[in-house]
């Protein structure tokens, strides 16, 4: 490597050849970790088996930004890989509704006869309203990146406050069936969770419902795109989800993105990561900050 090349990767704390390989040149199968590494993995997917088996209804709960959105494309995404059409997409409103669930929701929820819920992007603090869930008949599957509730006893010592959800997907929080192992890659955004539950179902149902190996590879460029626009750190797990997320982006077909793009004039085949942070990602992001996400 260059002198130049040398110092900027020492600042980045890469010291050797072996670390500046890593860092250059990602690798999918080398640094993409284990999904059944994450707490709850295998609970989630039998849920969500069972669900699908059952034809109970199932709403996808979604965070109205880059993050959120993004995620709830990856899982709309695998529901249309199995086939399966009981379930709906909601997105609250920033303005009216807030961030995070809220209790009109789930009673709207109930009253359809919803029985499972699936979060993406939010969901780690709601404790009160997944026990309200609970108690309307829901089953709760919360992924989430954010930091759980701390509290903070007399002691001196602290713990976390978790919703007693049936499943909690999230990085940060450690796994007290391992021996309080944690899942590697701790900084993962909201639709990097979705991404390795995707990956995850995929690889203990895919031969079930006759879904090819590796087919999470196509949803690459939503875990991309969101890697990009919630500024997590680029190195590990999330540079390979933002490199292999940006070949995809380069070749995807979906026509609200072809479309967008176009409305920027920019070519999709050269598509760059500036492209996606500083075009692409505010105006994902404006859509809820105007009026219905949507929309």
């Known amino acids: 490597y260059s002198e130049l090349l040398r110092e900027l990767l020492a600042k980045r704390g890469i010291i050797n050849e072996k670390q500046a390989d890593i860092f250059l040149n ?38 109205y930004d880059c993050d959120g959105i993004p995620g ?16 709906e997409v909601y997105i609250p409103m920033r303005n009216s509704e807030g961030y995070g669930l809220n209790l009109e929701a ?32 829901l089953d709760v599957i919360i992924t989430d990146h954010h930091l759980p509730r701390v509290d903070a006893s007399q ?7 978790l919703p007693r959800a049936y499943a909690i997907l999230n990085p940060k929080v ?13 900084m993962l955004c909201g639709a990097g969770v979705i991404f390795k539950f995707a990956q995850g179902f995929i690889k203990k149902y895919g031969e079930y419902f006759k879904i090819k190996n590796g087919a999470e590879k196509w949803m690459l460029d939503m875990a991309g795109l969101a890697t990009l626009s919630d500024m ?34 920019i070519d999709q085949r050269y598509l760059s990561e500036d492209d996606i942070v500083f075009m692409v990602s505010p105006r994902l992001n404006a859509a809820s ?4 996400p949507y929309r």
């Open 232 to 265: 997590v750190p680029l190195t590990g797990e999330n540079r390979a989800l933002a490199h292999f997320g940006m070949k995809v982006l380069r070749k995807s077909r979906r026509p609200g993105l072809q479309k967008l793009l176009a409305k920027m004039n």
């Open 26 to 63: 990602p690798d999918y199968e080398r640094d993409l970790h284990d999904p059944f590494l994450m707490k709850d993995m295998e609970k989630a997917c039998v849920r969500i088996f069972e669900a699908i088996e059952a034809k109970e209804k199932i709403v996808i709960y979604a965070d």
């Open 155 to 161: 002691g001196g010592s602290t713990s976390l406050v």
């Open 174 to 186: 450690d796994d007290p069936a391992k021996d309080g192992a944690s899942y590697p890659e701790k």
């Open 106 to 137: 789930l009673e709207q929820f109930r009253e359809s006869g919803v029985k499972l819920l699936i979060t993406i992007d939010l969901g780690i603090t709601a404790v009160a309203e997944v026990a309200q869930a609970e108690v309307n008949g």
């Open 72 to 87: 709830a494309v990856i899982l709309n995404d695998l529901f249309k890989l199995l086939k399966y059409k009981n379930y």
């Open 289 to 292: 900050r105007m009026d219905s």
